[in-house]
């Protein structure tokens, strides 16, 4: 039974979730601070229990990032996992769906309900071969996981909350008998660019009336008369030098069995931070709070965000753990086994009381 829909920012562009046909998404751990986004609505409303699970999009970071601002499990999928069909394209493969939950095993068992090709979709993922939930509850075995805290976009610095959630994290992998190597330089800051390209691109495909263009919001009209001004060779040029880059990427990030980063720059950050901006000084706020994520919608690695951290705010900061193609399996048995460690299930809000 659907009992509502929850918000979302303009096209689901943004990381944050303000608009102006609804009250911003706030994480229920501090209500004067963002959700994130574009998932925020759907995150808010998992961490403060209006709904056990909910569905999220994700195409530079959108359930990596509301999962973290409101501490939960989320789930990016492999590109091709979760078909964006039978309505919208998939044709550079950034976004797909995927499950925000408040337990590793309850994302797994969204995931297995979620998963599947149809007809006509670009990109498919490898076969899973057996449920998603039942890698929650395999212990993964010893693996080897690569850490990198070196965020690939310029002049970012991480906060010292996130940098010691990935301490932490690190420490605990290792207690649990994962080598834990330094990963090397794998995708780097010229990437950047291409990756806006798109980005611009693909805010042009919400079909708008030119007469009803005033009323979109300034991102959205920004980002969008970026995209208008890209030309087609421009577009493939675009799409090819990160497909290039790729090439190069993959043979260094396989030998790992997972890649852990923090999963944003910042912990959750006021309501208004990024929405009270002009357009280039809301995008590159955004990029500056989320360097870490957008990479594997590039790459179409699955990655997840894993809720061990609080800081002394209250707020919860998240670590993230990327997989190769096709590898949930690994990272949510991965997940289980920090989630038994240290688990998060008895951290509520104080709103969830309420």
Not at 131 to 140: G, L, Q, T
Not at 142 to 161: C, K, Q, S
Not at 210 to 226: A, N, V
Not at 311 to 330: F, S
């Amino acid at each position: 039974m659907l009992i509502g829909k929850t918000t979302t920012p303009e096209f689901g562009l943004p990381c944050y979730t303000e608009s102006d046909v609804a009250p911003p998404a706030r994480t229920p751990w501090d209500l004067s601070r963002s959700a994130g986004g574009s998932s925020g609505g759907a995150a808010a409303a998992v961490a403060s229990g209006l709904a056990p699970v909910a569905q999220g999009s994700d195409g530079g970071g959108s359930i990596r990032i509301p999962s973290s601002a409101c501490g939960l499990f989320g789930i990016k999928p492999t590109r091709g996992r979760v078909s964006q069909g039978p309505i919208f394209p998939d044709l550079f493969g950034l976004a797909t769906n995927g499950p925000i939950a408040r337990t590793v095993r309850d994302a797994a068992l969204l995931l297995d309900v979620m998963s599947g090709p149809m007809p006509g979709d670009l990109y498919r993922a490898p076969q899973a071969g057996e449920p998603f939930s039942s890698y929650a509850d395999r212990a993964p075995g010893r693996l080897r996981i690569a850490r990198g805290a070196e965020p690939p976009v310029p002049g970012v610095e991480v906060h010292p909350d996130c940098v010691a959630a990935y301490e932490e994290a690190s420490a605990l992998l290792e207690e649990l008998g994962h080598e834990i190597v330094e990963l090397p330089p794998v995708l780097g800051s010229d990437l950047l660019p291409h990756f806006a390209t798109l980005w611009g691109v693909m805010a042009t495909m919400t079909p708008v009336p030119q007469e009803d263009e005033h009323l979109l919001q300034p991102l959205t009209r920004w980002l969008r008369g970026l995209g208008e001004a890209t030309t087609a060779p421009q577009l493939l040029q675009a799409q090819a030098a990160l497909q290039g880059a790729l090439r190069a990427a993959f043979p260094l990030m396989d030998e790992f069995d997972a890649i852990l980063h923090p999963t944003l720059a910042m912990p959750p950050v006021p309501v208004g931070y990024f929405h009270g901006q002009e357009p280039e000084e809301n995008f590159r706020r955004q990029t500056h709070f989320t360097p870490f994520t957008a990479v594997y919608n590039v790459s179409g690695q699955p990655a997840v965000n894993v809720p061990l951290h609080w800081n002394d705010d209250g707020l919860p900061i998240g670590v993230m753990l990327a997989g190769r193609l096709g590898g949930e399996g690994t990272l949510i048995s991965l997940s289980a086994q920090l989630e038994e460690a240290r688990p998060w299930i008895g951290r509520k809000p104080e709103i969830w009381m309420a």
